[in-house]
């Protein structure tokens, strides 16, 4: 039997998420207190929780519920698993307490919001020829000629595409920022292996001012609709805003007792 | 809250996840981010960077160069010619209207109607020019 | 073509064994399996950019989302053991 652990809260309204637990359906979602910091947790059978879409999904719900019933929260990483209840109010809770505490003022009624925005892959390779001579002109070639003919060409036109797609990634993504940051508290940049991608980003908000937010995305999508597609997804808890450095206990002595 | 349909090409997408809703949407940020506490619960944290990637945003290889190529290719050059002379124009520069979204504003009015602008919303324009000169 | 594309770009060297390149092969048919982290991102990301321009249905959402998270488990479990 183990401890599986959702997320840390303040000022949960009474009552945790009727909702089902991740790796076992009927245990209940209960909580853990300490000088008010609520560990919000469920048992489990076995320490290793296996990421099906299943419990992936349960740890999602569980979270998002508790998002709109407390005054703040924060969002463990799925899969954090604490050999019992003691360990939990003991090593966490009271021995990281003061962390815990600075975390939870940190998004005290703060949500995430999500953003991906992608290319349109027509629109901004027409922008990229149109652009570069170069780029056309080797267009031109390849096409004239036999595939077999044009290998090196295509990896110097590919070349120049990509070299190009990156400047405007940049731009553009910049640009985006610059659209959306001003409504945010705090916001966070990620590398997207994806060449169509033109950002992922995420931003910390004020719970009053996600609408605001709102309408800011739809404009920043309406005008670039010929060109990027946006797509954001709020509120979250936020995921991307609380980090702390880890500590080093010695893995085996705390799983054996 | 605005809810989106699933499968739709949106414009935007703008909504809560609700049970059920696509875990492919929060999957990065319910496995990569959150908060990560102990070593000693990394026992079932294993893989926890699964979804981290290095300093590369796009894996520069001829593969990708090759894709590109073929992407560039599959483009109809042709109806875009018309359009070269307002995609210099509009730039990409934010300095061009002088405000923050300015690079957006000059792109949209650029490649608005993806290169037809001359012929088709030119056209609507002039219509639009004379009602109001009859008006 | 991947596994050929890998030994195509790794740097000149004198040659090497028989067992060195079985090695190679083996590294690359495991990462193809099982997927690298990179590449599994690569594929959300593209679950995610596919959804965003309406290109597939549900079905195929539902499908290519279970492929991943098969993918996933694999490589959680792998690290572990």
Same mark, same amino acid.
């Given at each position: 039997?183990?401890?599986?652990?959702?997320?840390?809260?303040?000022?949960?309204?009474?009552?945790?998420?009727?909702?089902?637990?991740?790796?076992?359906?009927?245990?209940?979602?209960?909580?853990?207190?300490?000088?008010?910091?609520?560990?919000?947790?469920?048992?489990?059978?076995?320490?290793?929780?296996?990421?099906?879409?299943?419990?992936?999904?349960?740890?999602?719900?569980?979270?998002?519920?508790?998002?709109?019933?407390?005054?703040?929260?924060?969002?463990?990483?799925?899969?954090?698993?604490?050999?019992?209840?003691?360990?939990?109010?003991?090593?966490?809770?009271?021995?990281?307490?003061?962390?815990?505490?600075?975390?939870?003022?940190?998004?005290?009624?703060?949500?995430?919001?999500?953003?991906?925005?992608?290319?349109?892959?027509?629109?901004?390779?027409?922008?990229?020829?149109?652009?570069?001579?170069?780029?056309?002109?080797?267009?031109?070639?390849?096409?004239?000629?036999?595939?077999?003919?044009?290998?090196?060409?295509?990896?110097?036109?590919?070349?120049?595409?990509?070299?190009?797609?990156?400047?405007?990634?940049?731009?553009?993504?910049?640009?985006?920022?610059?659209?959306?940051?001003?409504?945010?508290?705090?916001?966070?940049?990620?590398?997207?292996?994806?060449?169509?991608?033109?950002?992922?980003?995420?931003?910390?908000?004020?719970?009053?001012?996600?609408?605001?937010?709102?309408?800011?995305?739809?404009?920043?999508?309406?005008?670039?609709?010929?060109?990027?597609?946006?797509?954001?997804?709020?509120?979250?808890?936020?995921?991307?805003?609380?980090?702390?450095?880890?500590?080093?206990?010695?893995?085996?002595?705390?799983?054996?007792? | 809250?605005?809810?989106?349909?699933?499968?739709?090409?949106?414009?935007?997408?703008?909504?809560?996840?609700?049970?059920?809703?696509?875990?492919?949407?929060?999957?990065?940020?319910?496995?990569?981010?959150?908060?990560?506490?102990?070593?000693?619960?990394?026992?079932?944290?294993?893989?926890?960077?699964?979804?981290?990637?290095?300093?590369?945003?796009?894996?520069?290889?001829?593969?990708?160069?090759?894709?590109?190529?073929?992407?560039?290719?599959?483009?109809?050059?042709?109806?875009?010619?018309?359009?070269?002379?307002?995609?210099?124009?509009?730039?990409?520069?934010?300095?061009?209207?002088?405000?923050?979204?300015?690079?957006?504003?000059?792109?949209?009015?650029?490649?608005?109607?993806?290169?037809?602008?001359?012929?088709?919303?030119?056209?609507?324009?002039?219509?639009?020019?004379?009602?109001?000169?009859?008006? | 073509?991947?596994?050929?594309?890998? #030994?195509?770009? &790794?740097?000149?060297?004198?040659?090497? $064994?028989?067992?060195?390149?079985? @090695?190679?092969?083996?590294? %690359? +048919?495991?990462?193809?399996?099982?997927?690298?982290?990179?590449?599994?991102?690569?594929? #959300?990301?593209? &679950?995610?950019?596919?959804?965003?321009? $309406?290109?597939?249905?549900?079905? @195929?959402?539902?499908?290519? %989302? +279970?492929?991943?998270?098969?993918?996933?488990?694999?490589?959680?479990?792998?690290?572990?053991?």
């Amino acid at each position: 039997m183990a401890t599986y652990l959702y997320g840390i809260a303040r000022g949960l309204r009474p009552g945790p998420p009727a909702l089902p637990s991740v790796g076992d359906a009927d245990a209940k979602i209960r909580t853990i207190e300490s000088a008010g910091r609520v560990a919000v947790v469920s048992d489990l059978a076995d320490a290793f929780v296996d990421a099906t879409a299943e419990d992936l999904q349960r740890h999602s719900d569980v979270l998002q519920k508790l998002l709109t019933s407390s005054d703040a929260l924060v969002p463990l990483r799925f899969g954090t698993v604490y050999p019992d209840d003691e360990s939990v109010a003991r090593d966490l809770l009271e021995a990281r307490g003061g962390e815990l505490d600075a975390l939870l003022k940190c998004v005290e009624n703060r949500v995430e919001a999500r953003l991906k925005a992608f290319y349109r892959e027509e629109s901004v390779l027409a922008e990229i020829v149109a652009e570069q001579p170069r780029i056309a002109e080797l267009h031109r070639r390849t096409q004239a000629l036999p595939a077999n003919a044009t290998y090196y060409d295509r990896i110097r036109l590919g070349e120049l595409v990509a070299a190009a797609l990156s400047d405007k990634r940049r731009r553009d993504g910049d640009q985006i920022l610059l659209h959306l940051a001003p409504f945010a508290v705090d916001h966070c940049v990620e590398e997207e292996p994806h060449e169509w991608s033109v950002l992922t980003a995420s931003f910390l908000l004020e719970g009053s001012a996600v609408e605001e937010f709102h309408s800011a995305v739809k404009t920043l999508a309406d005008d670039t609709e010929q060109r990027v597609q946006v797509r954001c997804l709020a509120p979250l808890p936020p995921y991307s805003f609380v980090a702390l450095p880890l500590e080093q206990v010695e893995a085996e002595a705390a799983w054996a007792s | 809250m605005a809810v989106a349909q699933r499968g739709t090409s949106q414009n935007y997408l703008y909504r809560a996840p609700s049970p059920g809703s696509g875990l492919v949407d929060v999957l990065d940020v319910i496995l990569d981010k959150g908060l990560v506490i102990d070593a000693y619960v990394r026992v079932s944290l294993v893989g926890i960077e699964l979804l981290t990637i290095d300093a590369r945003i796009v894996i520069a290889s001829v593969d990708t160069y090759l894709k590109f190529a073929e992407a560039v290719n599959r483009l109809d050059i042709s109806s875009q010619s018309s359009g070269l002379p307002d995609l210099l124009e509009g730039g990409m520069e934010s300095g061009a209207k002088g405000k923050a979204e300015g690079a957006i504003e000059g792109v949209k009015d650029a490649v608005k109607g993806n290169g037809r602008k001359q012929q088709d919303d030119d056209g609507d324009e002039q219509e639009q020019d004379e009602d109001d000169s009859d008006a | 073509m991947g596994i050929v594309t890998g #030994l195509l770009t &790794l740097p000149l060297a004198p040659v090497r $064994g028989v067992a060195w390149v079985a @090695e190679q092969l083996a590294a %690359e +048919a495991e990462r193809e399996l099982y997927g690298t982290s990179e590449s599994l991102r690569r594929e #959300l990301t593209e &679950l995610q950019h596919d959804r965003t321009f $309406g290109q597939i249905d549900d079905d @195929e959402y539902t499908e290519r %989302e +279970a492929a991943l998270l098969a993918r996933l488990s694999a490589l959680r479990r792998r690290n572990q053991g």
